[in-house]
């Protein structure tokens, strides 16, 4: 009898071991973010595609009614999406580094419609229809039904997570199908003109919509590499009923305005300019419209860069304040503002990224008594430097760049949204000197010249750079003077 009892609790105990082990071995079992597959079928893409009999449009064909929309979407970042050479130089090193499956992850907020229908999963334009190369077209963000943000495996709006239905079929079969856009306007009498049926939703004039792409997270393991939409969802913006949409679909003054008073424009203030601060693919498709001989596009893509360019220079301010000890200058304050951006300051890729302060004192002889943040004849920024971004890390804790290995941050250093940092620095004054002079940037570019120079590099062999843009050598990336400021100080107090 005590035989068959050891026997029978050993048998247990093998039992509970095994199932323990195989619970631990298990990523579904021991994994903090679960995937529904069966929602999420183009995973690691979090789109979901409705699909029907219903096709997509080119935005050639909205054009048809919408002509002045169309001409603002034309120059915006979103027709860039997928033509863009430097997503496509990263896009390129993505797929080699991890395989062709990444390939929906970046695509599916690059060309949504390019990869429900399956034609876009690698690299490259060669080929690629209208509708994929339009990018985040009209028909995209309009053929969006439904969010599936509390779906994800973060629970979080992330990597596209959207439903994508641009249309129905036909009644009974009888009929051929019908295509139905939506929008956040209740629909008129007539509205699409027999060509299309229309719908309004709840969520198209909000900073949801564009959650489900300006939050891009880690492919595999969810952690946050961009987060721009959390950043205006924990800001007073957010507070104020202030949207995204309230600052990128209007022209400059009005985002001002809504950035100054917090005050919703005006329906008829709304425009399709999806203007953003990454100027550096405007002037690059500025520059492959005027190789094409098209002078209307490549002044509209101008047009959209100085809009960025203002746009950087109206997002922050500068306080400059002298620290005295023993009533002798000691150090100066230096305070950014981010008093414009409904988000953190930068945002978006701020481990490659670059916003950071140059300072220069001098007395009034002329000696420079303080130098930081000048740029380097190589275009690199000197080690001191006081920088405003992010550095990224792999699972292995150590320096990442790349958004396919960087699962977390060690540093990060952006500004929040009406927030502010400040830099300290101190000054060795020569004795003698009666007043120091202290001139401040705070200076914007959009990578690393290096990580510029790598990406274009690693466009695909279907794009030529001399060829599509007559970028014989790389350029050195434009910087921006976002703000600058200079203050007079007495050495005594």
């Excluded at 990444?102 to 509708?131: F, M, N, Q």
């Amino acid at each position: 009898m005590q035989r068959n009892f050891k026997q029978i609790s050993f048998i247990i105990f093998l039992i509970l071991f095994t199932t323990v082990l195989a619970f631990a071995a298990s990523p579904s079992a021991s994994s903090v973010f679960q995937v529904d597959r069966d929602l999420f079928k183009l995973y690691p893409s979090l789109m979901v595609y409705e699909k029907t009999k219903a096709g997509f449009t080119e935005p050639e064909t909205c054009a048809g009614c919408h002509q002045d929309k169309y001409d603002e979407w034309h120059g915006s970042l979103h027709s860039l999406a997928l033509v863009d050479p430097v997503y496509q130089g990263e896009f390129n090193k993505a797929v080699k580094a991890v395989g062709s499956e990444i390939g929906r992850h970046c695509a599916s907020c690059h060309t949504p419609a390019g990869v429900v229908t399956g034609e876009v999963s690698e690299p490259g334009l060669a080929g690629r229809s209208a509708v994929a190369k339009a990018g985040v077209s009209c028909d995209v963000c309009h053929s969006v039904s439904n969010l599936n943000h509390c779906k994800t495996p973060s629970k979080e709006p992330e990597n596209g997570s959207f439903v994508l239905r641009p249309g129905e079929d036909g009644k009974d079969g009888k009929d051929g199908p019908v295509l139905v856009k939506r929008g956040p306007l209740k629909p008129e009498e007539g509205c699409g003109g027999g060509f299309h049926d229309c719908k309004q939703t709840d969520f198209h004039d909000k900073g949801d919509l564009c959650a489900s792409c300006h939050q891009v997270y880690h492919y595999d393991k969810h952690y946050p590499l961009e987060a721009t939409y959390l950043e205006w969802k924990h800001s007073s913006y957010a507070q104020k009923d202030i949207h995204c949409q309230d600052c990128h679909m209007v022209d400059h003054d009005t985002f001002v305005r809504s950035a100054d008073t917090m005050t919703k424009p005006q329906r008829k203030e709304y425009r399709h300019y999806f203007n953003g601060a990454n100027y550096l693919v405007y002037y690059l498709a500025s520059q492959a419209a005027q190789k094409n001989g098209d002078k209307d596009q490549a002044k509209r893509l101008m047009n959209q860069y100085a809009m960025a360019v203002k746009r950087l220079q109206k997002a922050a301010e500068l306080e400059i304040a002298p620290i005295y000890r023993g009533e002798v200058l000691a150090e100066v304050k230096v305070r950014v503002k981010n008093i414009r951006a409904g988000h953190n300051l930068p945002t978006s890729l701020t481990n490659v990224r670059q916003m950071w302060l140059e300072i220069i004192a001098k007395d009034e002889n002329g000696n420079v008594v303080l130098s930081s943040g000048a740029i380097g004849a190589d275009g690199s920024l000197p080690t001191d430097v006081r920088k405003f971004s992010s550095d990224g890390m792999g699972s292995d804790m150590h320096f990442a760049i790349d958004p396919w290995v960087v699962t977390a941050f060690s540093s990060h250093e952006t500004i929040p949204p009406k927030g502010y940092k400040d830099a300290y620095y101190g000054i060795a004054v020569p004795k003698g000197s009666k007043q120091v002079t202290v001139e401040v940037k705070l200076r914007y570019r959009q990578a690393d010249q290096h990580v510029a120079e790598k990406l274009l590099k690693a466009v695909p062999k279907d794009i030529d750079l001399a060829r599509d843009y007559g970028v014989i050598k790389i350029p050195t990336l434009p910087i921006v003077d976002m703000v600058s400021m200079k203050s007079v100080f007495a050495v005594k107090k």
